[in-house]
């Protein structure tokens, strides 16, 4: 009965040392994934910014507000660097107005230099108000 229990012993020392080689294979893989999930989330947050800052600078371009006052809204509401622009267009009386909002995440902040960035955008296109001319 001793040479069974010598024997499981020895087994378990031998798989001992694969449970800390799998530990740190794993790791960086789950490091690796862990850091794509937060870019791809950051990603997300700033389209979302896109979208409402291009909303609100349309509704405030239909009202008639003056350009840098649209502008102003969507670069206050808009992610970091946010380029705006806004373009008028319709005939007759339905007249529109449209605002897109553009901007470069980078991963990370730009502190990963070597990665590409990522281009988001939106545009949102309101009707002018009758009492705007």
């Given at each position: 009965m001793s040479s069974r229990l010598?024997?499981?012993r020895a087994g378990r020392s031998r798989d001992a040392?694969?449970?800390?080689?799998?530990?740190?294979?794993?790791?960086?893989?789950?490091?690796?994934?862990l850091a794509a999930a937060v870019?791809?989330?950051a990603c997300v947050a700033a389209?979302?910014?896109?979208?409402?800052?291009?909303?609100?600078?349309?509704?405030?371009?239909?009202?008639?507000?003056?350009a840098a006052t649209v502008t102003g809204t969507a670069e206050r509401l808009g992610?970091?660097?946010?380029?705006?622009?806004?373009s008028r267009g319709g005939t007759g009386e339905v007249?529109?107005?449209?605002v897109v909002v553009a901007a470069q995440v980078r991963p990370f902040g730009g502190a990963l230099r070597g990665l590409p960035a990522v281009r988001v955008s939106a545009r949102a296109v309101a009707a002018v108000e009758p009492e705007v001319s």
């Open positions: 010598a024997g499981r040392g694969m449970v800390t080689a799998e530990t740190a294979v794993l790791l960086p893989v789950l490091v690796v994934v870019f791809v989330l389209q979302l910014e896109c979208v409402d800052a291009a909303r609100s600078a349309a509704r405030a371009a239909a009202r008639g507000e003056p992610p970091a660097d946010a380029r705006v622009g806004v007249r529109t107005v449209s």
